[in-house]
């Protein structure tokens, strides 16, 4: 690694001052990726300190040569905030954090330099007057009197001030002269109007509050909000990946061969598990319209998958209508997808409003599909509305829908001991099939059960 020799002019009165000498044993064994390494320092010959050598420049000159993405800010902003991070769990606070102070080496790793003005926290209570940059100085460093003592908050308010300046290309407070610029960063609050992203945004109302209580606390919990930051981005670009994917398969959902569009239709339900895809929904809904697929009860069963929880009430649109299929097998399979897509969510009085129509149908099967939909959704929730929409059905013509409508409140109210739903069963108990009777009693069995 290349290194150079920086020759410091300092006057004698300084050679023994705690700044520079006191202090620089600590400075030497700060040891960090992200730290600028002090080598060596001495008076003799004469005054010198011997720093890691960076030759990509410093931040300001990356800044004024062009604006930096988010990307490119938030990897910057991550190797200063652990830089900081280590330092404070050292023991020292820098209070001088800003573009020149920060260098990049061969590999544009950022680290940060200049520890001149920096302080162990154990002797900030001794420390008086004004240090550091006036663009970055936090409120404390300008008024003590009223916002206190310099900590490490102090470093929080200037990481914010970092921030800020690489996302919008400006700092947060701006002037024309010092007691202007100071009037700002007392009484005004940054403008975060050209900042999209509203949790880069929250980040940075926390590194820029004014009162230091209210400000975040350590930089570790910066780290942990810029993690999960991370992991957003991350999903992001991954569902954008899985999407693309979903496109290219779904023309296979029409293949000759059954195999094929099972194969496909299960990479997509792997693939969307999860993600809302609306567009994939409209791709089923044409298909089934245009009879593009036979695997009925394979579709219900994927989209069941898919939006497992979500309670979309546009999956009714392409699930309602399988509910009336001529095949027991695809109603069952809509049924079952209609239970896992409400169960849950909250959007349930939706759903109950949908199929109540399905109820009235003169189709017995259509209708029983429907009661069986309500009993999936409502599963031990021992909800009085879906009781209201069932009460109907007990004097159904059809003595199938009848068993049906009893087994649903039984499995609705189980356990709940349920008064009103045990006086909606005994018209059913005394039914004219034995297998409502027994439907009935077996109903009312559940709802007694604990």
């Keep these: 690694m290349l290194y150079v020799l920086y020759y410091v002019k300092i006057y004698i009165s300084l050679l023994s001052n705690f700044t520079f000498f006191g202090i620089g044993k600590y ?17 003799e010959p004469v005054p010198f300190i011997v720093m890691e050598y960076c030759k990509n420049g410093n931040l300001r000159n990356l800044l004024l040569k062009k604006k930096l993405s988010t990307n490119e800010a938030l990897r910057i902003f991550k190797g200063v905030v652990e830089a900081i991070d280590y330092a404070h769990r050292m023991g020292v606070i820098h209070r001088d954090i800003k573009p020149e102070n920060i260098l990049f080496d061969d590999d544009w790793t950022p680290k940060l330099s200049d520890w001149g003005i920096a302080k162990l926290m154990q002797s900030i209570s001794t ?5 550091g940059t006036p663009r970055y100085s936090a409120p404390e460093q300008i008024y003590p009197r009223k916002y206190g003592k310099v900590d490490q908050r102090t470093d929080v308010w200037q990481l914010g001030c970092l921030l800020y300046e690489m996302l919008t290309g400006s700092p947060p407070f701006r002037a024309n002269d010092m007691g202007e610029l100071i009037m700002k960063i007392i009484n005004e609050e940054p403008n975060f109007t050209q900042i999209n992203d509203s949790k880069l945004v929250e980040l940075l109302k926390k590194c820029l509050t004014k009162e230091k209580k209210m400000r975040i606390s350590n930089t570790s919990d910066i780290l942990i909000i810029l993690t999960e930051y991370e992991g957003t981005i991350i999903d992001k670009v991954a569902v954008r990946r899985k999407h693309a994917i979903i496109k290219v398969l779904r023309p296979l ?16 339900t792997e693939l969307s598990e999860g993600h809302i895809n609306k567009d994939l929904l409209t791709f089923f809904e044409t298909a089934l319209k245009h009879n593009l697929t036979n695997d009925k009860k394979e579709l219900a069963r994927a989209i069941g998958r898919i939006f497992k929880n979500k309670g979309n009430k546009e999956v009714l649109t392409v699930l309602i209508p399988l509910i009336k299929d001529s095949d027991s097998d695809v109603r069952e399979a809509a049924v079952r997808a209609i239970g896992d897509v409400f169960r849950g969510s909250d959007r349930e009085m939706e759903m109950l409003g949908a199929l109540n129509v399905f109820l009235k149908n003169s189709d017995s099967d259509v209708r029983e599909a429907a009661v069986r939909a309500i009993g999936e959704v409502f599963k031990g929730s ?22 049906v409508a009893a087994n649903t409140i039984g499995e609705v109210f189980r356990g709940s001991s349920s008064r009103e739903a045990l006086n909606v069963l005994k018209p059913l108990i005394k039914d004219s099939s034995r297998y409502v009777r027994k439907a009935a009693r077996e109903a009312v069995k559940k709802i007694r059960s604990s």
């Design 382 to 403: 021992g909800s009085k509305k879906a009781l209201t929409v069932l009460v109907p059905l007990i004097r159904d013509q059809s003595w199938e829908i009848r068993k």
């Design 27 to 43: 400075f030497i064994k700060l040891n960090h990726k992200n730290i600028v390494k002090l080598i060596d320092y001495d008076k």
């Design 127 to 131: 420390v008086s007057g004004y240090s």
């Design 253 to 268: 959902l029409n293949h000759s061969s059954q195999v094929v569009r099972r194969i496909a239709l299960a990479l997509i």
